[in-house]
């Protein structure tokens, strides 16, 4: 890895912008007991080209502590045994997950371990997460931080001062956080000012850099509000929230009844709105596999640590489409994506007793100002949707016979307004007799005799439609048979029209003509009449001979057709234009020769007053055919004669064979002409082609371009 353009960092689990380790079955975060400081084991080695590692520790440590409203404390302890290189993976493992009473940070100097974890300039920079917990009380016993020193320099210490921090905020069961860096220099709606890129926190999924080398100080290596809210709702002090204030509720879906998982929330103080903001993701501490409205934690969201006597508005956004797998913000991967046109959109403001899914009442931009004093909790602050497209998650049965008419359910949300189901395919299908059984389902009847092939399913309302490939339904039929076709025999100088009975044909998705020695002839499907009727089209320039016919469903191939089908032509007709006109006859050279109905030509030869000379054919087509003219041939005219099945042509013009020059045997550079009768050499240019191979980006904490600020 040559540069910090792409900064990946892992961390050991992934959930959501708040805690990294979730318990699934309670939804219970993991977290450290607080009782004594947490004590980090160091590689007494060095990191890369930075030769004491430590000061980027003792920084990262610096931050997590100075936050007054949290109770857990970082200290550095006794070094490890060794300076730790080139473990295999038996003794990574037992190095990280024995209960030990350890907590290694190892220093990868090398990137040698790196490499053999994720392959050569996989562009990962640092692994770190709990790796053992107690299941009983979800306490952290042991956690770890690995570093890739391959890339590692003086000149590169500010940025590893905020990847050392950020995966310390792993190390300490912290996630992801969107908050800020999603919109750099951009205005925010409601909110006056841009987002700067000091603004962003630590704990965002990627490290924007400077290109001044060195690098100057990285505002990531800062804590910022929502870093120290994460770190305090899970270490919090006894005067933490009655020190602050704090807003929690939930996120519906357009029913008012459902709950949306995977949304993010956002508080922002209106007079400080990128320095004082706190984020969480809806139904974050939800017990996994747990769905709808079963329990409270659904959709719930906790914004904590606020400012009190501040005045909050409080909106949801999506989450950024591109955090994924170890890049994930928020417990839905992917994200849900709510609105085409963007890849994480604003939604609304809450609007207080305007929420609803209407629009009057609930302008998605107004929003109700909330001020909450030292110690109060404002709660049921429950947003509604009131712009959400239909979602379709399944059709059952998936697929049916387009023989017979099929009832159909679909599953999904916000299906209460839902006025049109349309099928989208090989043909549109509009449905408007539905059966909205609630928001989250809806029947319907799909007609006998549809095209056979695979839908897209689309629920229309009056909020717009659900995305194309959400879900797909499939028309099936038997394979197909012919019957008869409309004619046995057909000339190949123009297209000539083929009508195909049979059955099954409504799918019909190509037709072909194929001999016994022919190369088989493609059909244009003109017209699919019903399931027993096919218009064809064959095209002109057909080898002549005998052909069965073969058509091709959506299910597979029909036998071959019970009649053949005789391509016929007529004689060759010859133009008297050769491409070139003639030869020399030093060497071989093909020759195109013009006319009319030569596709099936068998000879071509060169004719003189002593002889008849066959020549090689290399190709036909309707209008030419493409012969070997042979060398050594004795230079004067000849008569060209062409023969197919129906006949010969010869003429009208001749070819003219020339005697050749001999050629001096000298060197083979080509020369062009100068002013003083000399020559330029032409020499031979080999190009070089640089392939270019992408960093894989693997994990978490990725870096934009450098001079991406």
Known sequence: MSGLGFVLLLPGLVSAGGPLHINDDTGFPSAWSTTSPVTLNLDPGPLGEISNPTTLIEHAVGQWNGVATSTLTLSIGPPLAMDIENLTESEFDALVYADDGTNPVIFDSSGAMFEDMYGAESGVLGIAGPSLVLTETETIVKSFALFNGENAKPSNLEIFKAVVTHELGHFLNLEHTQINGLRINEALPGFGGTVSVDDVATMYPVLRSSSVVPHPPHPMATLHKDDERALSALYPTPTFASTTSAITGHVRDLDGVNFLQGVNVIARNVNQPFEDAVSFVSGLLAPSGIVGTSTLEQGKFELRGLTPNATYNVYIEEVESSFTEGGRVGPVDPPLDLDLSETAAFLEFWNDTSESSEN?????????????????????????????????????????????????????????????????????????????????????????????????????????????????????????????????????????????????????????????????????????????????????????????????????????????????????????????????????????????????????DLLDEEESIPLIIVSTSLESVVVTVPGGLQPRSYLVRVTNSQGAAEGPTPFLVRAGKSRSKGGCSAVLPTAGGGHWDLPLILATLTVFVGLRRRRVLRAAPQGET
């Open 360 to 604: 009057p009442p609930d302008d998605p931009l107004e929003a109700t100002d909330i001020l909450l004093s030292a110690g109060e909790t404002l709660s049921q602050v429950d947003f509604v949707f009131n712009g959400t497209r239909p979602r379709v998650y399944s059709i059952a049965p998936s697929a049916g016979s387009h023989l017979a008419p099929q009832e159909v359910t679909l599953t999904g949300a916000n299906f209460l307004e839902a006025d049109l189901l349309r099928l989208s395919g090989p043909t549109a299908i509009s449905i408007v007799t539905l059966t909205v059984d609630d928001a989250s389902s809806l029947t319907a009847d799909l007609p006998a005799g549809l095209v056979p092939g695979v839908y897209n399913v689309i629920v229309e309302t009056p909020r717009g439609e659900n995305d194309p490939g959400d879900a797909q339904y499939t028309v099936t039929e038997p394979p197909p048979t012919i019957t008869m076709i409309s004619v046995e025999t057909t000339g190949n100088s123009t297209p000539q029209p083929l009508t195909i009975l049979g059955m099954n044909l409504l799918g019909a998705q190509s037709a072909r003509l194929a001999g016994a020695t022919l190369p088989d002839v493609g059909l244009s499907l003109l017209q699919v009449v019903s399931a027993s009727r096919v218009e064809a089209e064959v095209p002109a320039g057909a080898i002549p001979g005998t052909y069965s016919v073969f058509l091709t469903n959506t299910t597979a191939e029909s036998p071959p057709s019970p009649t053949s089908l005789e391509i016929t032509e007529l004689a060759p007709v010859l133009s008297g234009v050769y491409e070139p006109p003639g030869a020399v006859n030093t060497g071989t050279v093909n020759v195109r020769i013009l006319g009319d109905h030569l596709v099936g030509t068998v000879a071509v």
